[in-house]
């Protein structure tokens, strides 16, 4: 599992919302990302397993400047997934980074 891992904020079973990672920091200088792939997979510490984590992925990865964006969907409730961003770079090197999001069901409770 990788050491340095963002944590995004969570999401519940019925929504589509994007997730982006920024490699400003990351970054050499003078070099600039030009694709991105995203790929998910269940966390080893998740509380349920997913079979199909891939299928949270929904539609291409978009970079706006050095940020990457992923629209993720559905996903099983209570589950954990780890989110790599896979950005390969102008000078053809790749980076790679990582997020943690957890699915949790909406509360039945309104305020």
Do not use: H
């Not at 920091?25 to 003078?30: R, T």
């Not at 995203?38 to 299928?55: K, L, Q, R, W």
Request: charged share 15%; glycine share 8%.
């Amino acid at each position: 599992m990788p050491v340095n891992i963002k944590n995004f904020e969570s999401k519940s079973v019925g929504e589509t919302l994007p997730f982006t990672y920024d490699t400003t920091k990351q970054l050499p200088s003078g070099v600039v990302p030009s694709s991105c792939v995203v790929t998910a997979m269940v966390a080893d510490d998740s509380a349920v397993a997913d079979a199909s984590p891939s299928s949270i992925v929904s539609g291409s990865t978009t970079i706006s400047g050095n940020i990457g964006s992923q629209l993720i969907t559905a996903g099983t409730d209570g589950a954990k997934y780890i989110l790599q961003f896979r950005f390969t770079l102008d000078d053809s090197s790749v980076l790679d980074g990582y997020g943690a999001l957890t699915i949790d069901s909406p509360s039945p409770f309104t305020t």
